[in-house]
């Protein structure tokens, strides 16, 4: 059974960091790439970042570029999402996703995580 589950999430005022994780079993890890996605209250999930499988290839959603980093540890089978400068705007609750392309839609992601709730006060 695939798991995805996501951690790190909580409550931090604008300028501040998390660093989110996404920890996977149930599959072959370094086969898939792995995605970010966040949804806010009363809008579409939308594209975050990823990565692929071996970590050194990576795409953002111009909205967190240069502020959002990730990354994978293929032995822990875990990615990463650092988020520092963090935004009132960027308050969602945020989902990985694995796949088998470097991907920015949803439709590409078969396996999803149920999300850990990141909340920036201004």
């Known amino acids: 059974q695939v798991q995805l589950v996501e951690s790190g999430g909580g409550l931090v005022q604008a300028g501040g960091s998390l660093r989110l994780s996404c920890a996977a079993s149930?599959?072959?890890?370094?086969?898939?790439?792995i995605g970010w996605f966040r949804q806010a209250p009363g809008k579409e999930r939308e594209f975050v970042s990823v990565?692929?499988?071996?970590?050194?290839?990576?795409v953002y959603a111009d909205s967190v570029k240069g502020r959002f980093t990730i990354s994978r540890d293929n032995a822990k089978n875990t990615v990463y999402l650092q988020l520092d400068s963090l935004k009132p705007e960027d308050t969602a609750v945020y989902s990985c996703?694995?796949?088998?392309?470097?991907?920015?839609?949803?439709?590409?992601?078969?396996?999803w995580g149920r999300g850990t709730q990141v909340t920036i006060s201004s």
């Open positions: 149930g599959l072959t890890f370094t086969a898939y790439f």
């Open positions: 990565v692929d499988r071996g970590g050194s290839t990576t």
């Open positions: 996703a694995a796949g088998f392309r470097l991907a920015t839609m949803r439709s590409d992601y078969l396996f």
